[in-house]
């Protein structure tokens, strides 16, 4: 039931929004409909169907857009969702017909997952329903699932590791073991980011798990199945350019995006947003790059990340008070509901708030209570709350969201273990004696 509610809310959303005049396009119209990711994950797919090999696809855009690395190598990608969307469009062509109920379907297993894990964890029906029902009607995840982004098949694999990992502590069963490294691997190979889950879970061994040969073979074998998923995209990298790009060459750029003098300038007490120029940034690249002395064999992206990493950590190094007021500033604007900041429109910020009152603050609480008794499962959803939060506050922060949804999917485990508990608590109070 949960999974049909969660595809069914990403279908309807997506049938409304667009209608027919946007899901009916095809070929050509279809690729210019879209903008900014979306636009180059489609591009990606592209020049993998046409053969151009991992490439950001320089055909001519209606709008005459310019695009950044048009005709060079896409390594500022993740690649696993690039080879998704060229899969389905092979079959289906460059249209709706299979990418948007596909990504709908992933979402809806989302939605399942984050019940049974919850019921996995707290033990509670009530609690595991309506965390799953939370997890179906996210907005970011909803809204995305119809758009040529990877949210909900990055956030399935990242339900599945981790539903995968709390089965095999309890059966202590290999096969569970091997799923969950292939969950990880895929994970990290849709966005890098999910290399949380495997320091999360290796927290928790330490902390939690006992010391036996047979728990610390199941979590090597998680690891090594991890690294031989992941591995021959890095093998791939480093024959074609002699350089080492584990996953993808973006977190330079990310680094630096949010960690620099025209961000810094602003008011602690201002919500967080970076995602406008920063000539600064843009005058110290060119200067660097003057001066470098580049392999021409390494592509643009890597090249640009690498020198936008030099300058953050540059700019992290001088100015140690200015970044620690960025990651206080990141910190406390991703508390919100929303950034104000952002461009979200009114009956968008009214959604994103309701849900964010139904969760945040109640998961929060949560969290601190339920951690209070140190279980094996609530520890690694603690830990991965903890360790996005961290993430999130020390590199970047967009306003549209997608950074906090693996937090809000664990928080609303927790906010509606909390809510089952005084619903309970009032249930038996009302009880005759």
Not at 6 to 15: D, K, P, Q, V
Not at 390 to 409: E, P
Request: hydrophobic share 50%.
């Amino acid at each position: 039931m949960l999974v049909i509610l969660g595809f069914g809310l990403r279908i309807g959303y997506g049938i409304v929004r667009y209608r027919n005049a946007l899901t009916n396009l095809s070929g050509r119209a279809f690729i210019n409909a879209w903008d900014a990711d979306a636009l180059y994950h489609v591009l990606i797919a592209g020049a993998l169907l046409s053969g151009k090999g991992y490439i950001v696809d320089e055909t001519p855009l209606a709008s005459g857009r310019n695009i950044r690395y048009a005709g060079q190598e896409a390594l500022f990608k993740a690649p696993l969702y690039e080879f998704f969307l060229a899969g389905t469009f092979a079959i289906s062509g460059f249209s709706f017909k299979l990418f948007f109920p596909l990504q709908a379907l992933f979402g809806g297993l989302l939605t399942g997952l984050m019940g049974l894990i919850t019921l996995h964890v707290f033990r509670r029906p009530g609690a595991a329903w309506f965390a799953g029902v939370a997890a179906g009607a996210h907005p970011i995840l909803v809204n995305s699932a119809s758009q040529p982004y990877n949210e909900d098949l990055f956030f399935f694999f990242f339900a599945a590791a981790i539903w995968a990992f709390l089965i095999w502590f309890q059966t202590q069963r290999m096969r569970w073991a091997i799923l969950c490294g292939a969950m990880i691997g895929l994970c990290m190979l849709t966005r890098e980011s999910g290399v949380l889950l495997l320091v999360a879970m290796g927290a928790v061994m330490l902390i939690e798990a006992p010391r036996t040969l047979r728990t610390w073979t199941g979590y090597g074998i998680i690891a090594i199945i991890t690294v031989c998923v992941v591995v021959p995209w890095t093998i791939r990298n480093y024959v074609r350019f002699g350089i080492l790009v584990p996953v993808a060459s973006i977190v330079g750029e990310d680094f630096v995006e949010g960690n620099n003098l025209c961000v810094a300038s602003e008011s602690v007490f201002i919500p967080y947003w970076a995602e406008g120029p920063c000539p600064w940034v843009d005058e110290q690249r060119r200067a660097l790059h003057e001066v470098e002395t580049a392999d021409a064999r390494v592509p643009a992206a890597v090249r640009r990340d690498r020198l936008s990493r030099r300058l953050a950590v540059q700019f992290v190094s001088d100015h140690p008070a200015a970044y620690a007021k960025l990651t206080f500033r990141r910190f406390w604007t991703t508390l919100l509901p929303y950034d104000p900041r952002g461009s979200q429109r009114l009956h968008e910020r009214i959604v994103l708030f309701l849900y964010w009152l139904l969760v945040f603050p109640a998961g929060l609480v949560g969290m601190v209570v339920a951690l209070k008794r140190i279980e094996f499962g609530r520890l690694l959803l603690g830990l991965l709350v903890i360790l996005n939060l961290l993430s999130i506050a020390a590199v970047l922060y967009w306003s549209d969201l997608r950074f906090r949804v693996g937090i809000d999917l664990l928080l609303g485990c927790f906010a509606w273990w909390g809510y089952a508990k005084i619903f309970r608590r009032r249930h038996q109070e009302q009880q005759p004696d």
